[in-house]
């Protein structure tokens, strides 16, 4: 799995991507049908911005793409925030992905038993000789 970080506006240091690598790799131990991450850094210039450190994501997964954003204060804590919210995106869809395998259809248990319930009324509603 490959990951790529980018920065807007930002010069991306070794420690901030090794930071970045770090949180964000973690989520790829949980499920392995992910493809590639690529992650974009960006600080907003303007002094009137309360949250000027956004952390983007977009994780390719077998299926789904998924696309993320947090910003926080610091650049540190949008990265956690992110891999956080990352981290719980790709447990739901691994457990969508693992429970649909699992079960059969509605419609399928459905029409089994309406097919049994008429079996009885027709066996019930023949006259007896």
């Known amino acids: 799995m490959r990951i790529h970080v980018n920065g807007r506006n930002i ?10 690598k770090e ?4 989520v790829a131990t949980h499920y392995d049908q992910i493809q590639g991450i ?4 960006s600080v907003i210039k303007n002094p009137a911005a309360a949250e000027k450190h956004i952390a983007e994501v977009r994780c390719n997964l077998d299926k789904v793409k998924l696309h993320l954003e947090e910003s926080a204060e610091s650049m540190y ?5 992110l891999s956080d ?3 719980r995106q790709v447990k739901k869809v691994k457990d969508k992905s693992l429970s649909t395998k699992d079960k059969s ?7 089994q038993d309406a097919s049994e319930e008429e079996v009885n ?7 007896e000789e």
């Open 11 to 20: 010069e991306i240091t070794d420690a901030i991507k090794a930071y970045d």
């Open 23 to 26: 949180k964000i790799g973690k």
């Open 38 to 41: 690529e992650v974009i850094l």
């Open 77 to 81: 804590a949008s990265i956690d925030l």
């Open 85 to 87: 919210k990352l981290l």
């Open 105 to 111: 259809s509605i419609r399928t248990d459905s029409s």
């Open 121 to 127: 009324i027709v066996v019930g509603a023949m006259p």
